[in-house]
């Protein structure tokens, strides 16, 4: 099924949302493709998620100026020399007539001041963005942003934190897509196939149904790499794939989905009891979710779930408040519960804490808690992840300076007995709603029944 497109009034929309939202004018860059190592060798060209919020298409060198009449896009005419190798480029009346915007040449906006704009993420973006407001321009930096242009972060985080009708259409196609790639991963999954092969099986839906992925696919026997891009693996009949793979719309929002299933087909007995000490602590953290709440609390709540999982399977012994206190849990759940989701998969990342934090929030020093991305009491139209896990890392495991005073709560003899359980992940996709919470990603199989079911 290929996924639909959102009306141009929805952009019109949030333009004009942002226009009001502003003093002066901002310039929205889309960016400038990437060179992989020669210059007619290139990544596939992606905009800057601000500007697909704003114009919904991914035009190379454009830039969007919002002023407080309405808004101009600027971009470049069709190069008829080029057509020859890519076809038919549209015009700039072409795109004025699709996206319904006064479009004009991008030569025009050369030599423009006094505009508020957002940094690039890469640096030959940012000397092209310096180039046209004629000001410097440092790529990322979000933090540091100062004056107009502060207030013009602040203004899209305002907007993009809860999102409309549109975006959150758009989240459920790229959760439904990822769904399919779920199942076709499971269902391809087979002792002695390398990781690469179940990756491929994944990948195929998502570019079937006009996708992209929302991220490097994570496909592999050794979950205990938390970002682990390899796929070279052979898979045995006792391991747990762990598969972290989402759909990006055409649009550009983003599914971000885990799961983690046997080769076999039957979880083992230890690895079904780890999986359900991960799945309840997921389950706590969701089921905290609602307009409201703090994020941190959220992560919280995980935390503590894994805790008592891991006191009832005799792998810590104490109080699980106590232990939870003294950082237990991220002996084996190290980073944080999940992340804001939306345009990117985690989304206004660029600009750094000033998105991901409330004002007068920031990092917790506390182990499990310094690496959480959000800190933010939930609000309707806001999406996250929720994604806890339980890993044997050897950094933190084998390491007493890590462990430190918890080594006389943790059992080792007991912890021993999971040595078929490195890494372990669950997460979906959830939406909060006036009155609670919609998981997005809840067709993906999840219990232990249902993964089995499927691999059957």
């Known amino acids: 099924m290929w996924t639909k497109a959102s009306q141009p009034q929805v952009f019109a929309a949030r333009r004009a949302r942002l226009s009001s939202r502003l003093r002066g004018p901002a310039l929205l860059v889309a960016g400038l493709s990437r060179p992989r190592n020669f210059q007619h060798n290139r990544f596939p060209f992606r905009a800057e998620s601000h500007f697909l919020y704003l114009v919904g298409r991914s035009i190379e060198g454009a830039a969007l100026l919002i002023h ?22 549209p015009s700039l009346t072409d795109w004025s007539n699709e996206l319904g915007l006064e479009v004009r040449p991008i030569e025009e906006l050369q030599g423009a001041e006094n505009i508020a704009a957002l940094p690039p993420q890469d640096l030959d973006c940012a000397l092209w963005l310096s180039e046209l407001l004629d000001r410097d321009l440092e790529p990322g930096g979000g933090e540091e942003l100062q004056g107009a242009d502060a207030e013009l972060a602040e203004s899209m985080i305002a907007l993009r934190l809860s999102h409309d009708d549109a975006a959150v259409a758009q989240l459920k196609e790229a959760a439904a897509v990822t769904h399919r790639a779920h199942l076709a991963g499971m269902r391809a999954t087979r002792p002695e196939l390398r990781e690469a092969s179940i990756r491929a099986a994944m990948e195929a839906e998502i570019i079937a149904a006009g996708c992209a992925t929302a991220y490097g696919s994570i496909v592999t026997v050794h979950g205990e790499v938390l970002h682990n891009e390899r ?12 598969a972290d793979v989402g759909a990006e719309t055409p649009e550009g929002f983003a599914g971000d989905v885990t799961r983690t299933w046997p080769v076999s087909g039957r979880f083992s007995g230890t690895q079904r009891e780890a999986y359900e000490v991960v799945l309840a602590a ?3 953290a969701i089921a905290k979710v609602a307009p409201g709440v703090r994020y941190l609390d959220v992560h919280r709540a995980a935390g503590l779930a894994m805790v008592e999982g891991l006191i009832g399977l005799g792998i810590l012994r104490g109080s699980a408040a106590d232990l939870y206190a003294r ?48 800190d933010r009491d939930l609000a309707p139209g806001m999406c996250v992840t929720i994604e806890p896990g339980f890993y044997q890392i050897p950094r933190i495991l084998a390491r007493a300076e890590e462990v430190g005073e918890l080594e006389s709560a943790l059992d080792r003899a ?29 067709a993906v199989p999840k219990s232990v029944d249902d993964v089995q079911h499927v691999m059957v």
Not at 72 to 84: G, H, M, R, V, Y
Not at 231 to 242: F, R, S
């Open 68 to 89: 407080p009449k309405g808004a101009t896009l600027f971009a470049p005419p069709a190069d008829p020399e080029a057509e020859l190798w890519t076809g038919p480029m």
């Open 414 to 442: 007991v912890l021993a007995r999971f040595a078929d359980v490195r890494g372990i992940r669950i997460e979906d996709d959830v939406l909060v709603t006036p009155t609670g919470y919609e998981v997005l990603s809840a």
């Open 282 to 284: 997921q389950l706590a």
């Open 231 to 242: 796929h070279d693996g052979v898979l045995t009949k006792a391991d747990l794939l762990l």
């Open 327 to 374: 950082g237990a849990a991220a002996l084996f759940f190290p980073h944080g519960v999940g992340h804001l989701l939306g345009l990117d998969v985690h989304d206004m990342e660029d600009l750094g804490d000033r998105a991901g934090y409330a004002p007068g929030r920031s990092r917790a020093e506390a182990p499990g808690d310094r690496y959480l991305r959000l």
